[in-house]
């Protein structure tokens, strides 16, 4: 036997990926269904990728050449997502223009992305801060805020004193900025705003026509927060006023024992007293200093007693009216009523500051005495509620906003935890908001045949921290004309938050080059929307959302026909650092795959980036494991090479073996256990070893392997493809079926007991009978079998188990 010349991963994968240029394997003959398959697409970032970054890349694009391979016209698209303050904030780290830095990064990722060897289309390549692209994101601002979905708002926005620029609630984690890290504060600006509350039915109702992680769906649910309740006026003592409170529990009005005002709330100061006045202006003043996020999150509650009351309009009883920062100004009206024998918080506060506790809902009617927490369950008789008593609460709490209404103190509502989207930013490096401010016509969109607004060269972009953005700086290119009236006016100087562009992009690489529509019809319809988007689990909420509130808004308005973007959903896992600490350039353990690419290949890198977990999991790296990669590959090399001109006839166990590979290989990718596909060759390569020593393996089982190998080893595949005497490519073939009736054994090795103790081992056919085998199993025995049987027992292709005494 000639033995193979070794393996050289560098010489095969720069050969293929040459080839691969000049002669793709993706090409659209017009005659293949489509399949979209998308990468969350990077901001180019300073550091450029690491292997954590590689893991979602591979495993989009293992199934990318999958769909190839089963016939389909694959759309895999790369682009940038290179506006906003990732971008801004590095080059004001390097002391760089952005523009410059960006182009820098971008160069360098996608060097990099290139060494992965994925089957992107980088003809469908799109920038989000290309003026042709970003063209259409001011388009589609100037259409929803033609549609009254864009509006402005002077609001008490989260604040990031580090970044300088407002946040929108989900760019806010545990309190600080997403992007930076700091302790986030609040601020009064005027503010764009997005009306995404108009579409949060829809946005609910659709998660159940996708095919996403559950996980996933429920973290959306619970962000839009869809509750049913009522609103309930409650008057304020000696005064014309009335406040409004919501609650999804008007079922225990009868024991609200005192209110809760949002320290934001309106009417917050003018209900302090002289007494209270100072107290009050001060707790606003604190809590202001805090995120929505930290208020919820506090686990002390605080509060200031305002010196009002309100009335209850169910029993006329009065209510202190207290303002504490649990309560958010900008959910429901921003004033609650308090149940503290009924609610977990409300207890908590009323126990601190000793306010009245009235118990309204009673398991089997017995009213706890000295309630020590408060009685939570849904379920109960009402007790001290009036008219109410002795009714199921549960069903109480359906009836309760109709009779409130009825009663004319109220009206049934539903509520909603989304707010509508904060969509300016105080920063230069963000697509231009397209609305010129006249003072006598109000806020105009720039006309539609002078987009691209530009945005303006600068020397100076750094955060002003005034509330202004840099480009309020640049009088030549704010002052303008108002395109209605002709009179001078004022552009708009915030920019759009980097979500802008992310929202929509995916619709833009099938039509990139299109100079008249954001994506034509003809093409919208032939190949959107997408089939599978791969991509972390960090972006279920914020990216995730948007582009479904886009993608519906730009259905309803007829650039395309169907009102959700993607299809279905895959959630990769984080590759970390060592005890599961996240990689980052700032703790000093970012593994670059530049090195390992260099030592041991791409192909070895991408079955390793698989093979370290579940890929829907978070894995630590360990590059030790990469050498056992390599080695297995070398073996597979080996096997081919060394087998490829043996004259060996197809015998009925290589059938077998066969069918079972293409078996074990297909199930595993198609339910993306891919940690399980690579521990899987290895299994199968190390049988065919062995095979090939006792007898050799045929060249169909060898093309079989090298088929299946090929969206996982591109480069290798394709070279041993080529040693099998093959002059087209492997990725126009086709992926091998299996056959479960040739897997299945002619023979099975079964083992003979006496009272469940194994004694001997006997081979008999697969499909042999029950009292056939038992015979078999008596004769095995022999002189073993003592004494007198009472049972005798075949489990099919297991064991005889005969139970004597």
């Known amino acids: 036997m000639k033995m193979a010349v070794p393996y050289n991963h560098r010489e095969i994968e720069q050969k293929w990926r040459k080839i691969w240029e000049e002669h793709p394997v993706n090409v659209n003959d017009g005659k293949k269904p489509k399949y979209y398959c998308l990468d969350m697409f990077p901001y180019p970032s300073g550091n450029g990728l690491h292997v954590g970054h590689w893991r979602g890349y591979v495993i989009s694009d ?48 996608k060097r990099q992305i290139k060494e992965i060897a994925a089957v992107y289309d ?80 829809r946005l609910l109702d659709d998660l159940d026509k996708l095919d996403w992680p559950e996980k996933v769906k429920k973290m959306q649910t619970d962000w839009i927060g869809k509750s049913y309740g009522a609103e309930v006026n409650f008057k304020v003592e000696n005064t014309d006023k009335e406040i409004t409170v919501y609650t999804t529990r008007p079922d225990t009005l009868h024991g609200a024992t005192f209110m809760v005002l949002a320290p934001e ?16 202006e001060d707790y606003i003043y604190q ?31 009065k209510v202190p009216i207290w303002l504490s920062d649990y309560v958010l100004a900008d959910y429901g009206t921003g004033a609650i009523m308090c149940v503290p024998a009924h609610d977990d918080r409300d207890f908590e506060f009323a126990t601190k500051f000793n306010i009245p506790i009235i118990q309204v809902i009673a398991k089997d009617g017995k009213e706890i005495e000295n309630m020590t927490e408060a009685y939570t369950d849904a379920k109960g008789t009402m007790i001290n509620s009036g008219e109410w008593n002795g009714m199921e609460s549960s069903v109480l709490k359906k009836e309760a906003p109709h009779i409130i209404e009825e009663m004319g103190i109220g009206k049934a509502t539903t509520n909603y935890k989304l707010r509508d989207w904060v969509f300016s930013r105080q920063r230069y490096w963000g697509e231009p908001i397209p609305i010129i401010h006249c003072p006598d016509c109000g806020p105009v969109p720039v006309p539609e045949e002078e987009l691209p607004l530009l945005l303006p060269e600068v020397e100076s972009y750094q955060p002003t921290g005034t509330g202004e953005s840099p480009l309020a700086d640049i009088t030549d290119w704010v002052n ?46 032939k190949y959107l929307p997408v089939d599978m988007y791969i991509g972390g689990v960090e972006h279920a909420v914020l990216h995730l959302l948007y582009s479904r509130f886009y993608t519906k808004f730009l259905c309803d308005i007829g650039v395309i026909d169907f009102d959700e973007p993607f299809h279905k959903l895959f959630n990769q896992g984080m590759i970390t650092g060592k005890n599961g600490i996240k990689m980052s350039k700032s703790k000093g353990n970012v593994i670059s795959p530049d090195d390992l690419v260099r030592d041991y290949g791409c192909d070895s890198l991408r079955l390793y ?156 056919p697969a499909d042999v009978s029950k009292e056939d085998a038992i015979a078999a199993g008596k004769a095995a025995l022999g002189d073993k079998l003592t004494g007198n049987v009472i049972k005798e027992i075949y489990v099919p292709g297991r064991i005889i188990n005969i139970v004597a005494k």
């Open 62 to 109: 293992v199934w990318s050449r999958y769909k190839m391979l089963n016939g389909y016209y694959l759309i895999h698209p790369m682009g940038w997502d290179a506006f906003g303050l990732p971008a801004e904030n590095y080059a004001i780290k390097m002391g760089v223009h952005p523009e410059k830095s960006t182009a820098e990064n971008i160069a360098n990722i």
């Open 122 to 201: 980088w003809d469908m390549e799109v920038n989000t801060t290309d003026p042709n692209f970003y063209k259409w994101t001011q388009w589609i601002f100037v259409k929803m805020f033609k549609a009254g979905l864009a509006y402005q708002k002077e609001m008490p926005i989260n604040w990031c004193p580090s970044c300088k620029t407002g946040l929108a609630n989900e760019e806010v984690v545990n309190g600080k900025c997403e992007r930076c890290g700091a302790d986030v504060t609040k601020k009064n600006l005027n503010q764009w705003m997005l009306k995404i509350t108009a579409y949060a039915d």
């Open 265 to 280: 709330h309106a009417m917050a100061k003018e209900l302090a007293n002289d007494e209270t006045r100072t107290a009050v």
């Open 287 to 317: 809590s202001s200093l805090k995120s929505s996020v930290d208020r919820l999150q506090d686990k002390e509650k605080t509060g200031v007693f305002t010196g009002s009351y309100a009335i209850n309009p169910i029993n006329g009883a």
């Open 480 to 525: 303008t004309t108002c395109p209605c009236c002709g009179k001078p006016a004022k552009r708009e100087t915030n920019t759009m938050p980097q979500w802008a562009g992310s929202s929509w992009y995916f619709l833009r690489y099938v039509d990139n080059k299109n100079e008249n529509e954001l994506v034509s019809r003809e093409k919208a319809d």
């Open 609 to 764: 980036e698989l093979f370290v977990g579940p890929p829907e999991l978070d894995s630590e790296w360990d590059d030790r494991g990469i050498d056992g990669v390599y080695r297995f590959i070398t073996r597979f090399w080996k096997l081919i090479l060394d087998n490829k001109d043996a004259d060996v006839k197809e015998t009925k166990e290589l059938v077998k073996v066969r069918n079972k590979l293409v078996y074990d290989i297909t199930t595993r990718l198609e339910s993306f256990s891919l940690n399980t596909v690579i521990s899987g060759f290895m299994e199968h390569n190390n049988k065919l070893i062995d095979m090939a020593k006792k007898g050799g393996v045929d060249k169909k089982t060898l093309e079989t392997f090298v088929i299946l190998m090929a969206p996982f080893a591109p480069h290798i595949s394709e070279e041993l493809w080529s040693q099998l005497g093959h002059e087209d490519s492997v990725f126009h073939e086709t992926w091998p079926t299996y056959d479960e009736n040739a897997m299945k054994d002619d023979e099975k090795e079964l083992a003979v007991q006496i009272n469940g103790k194994t004694k001997c081992v006997v081979t008999l």
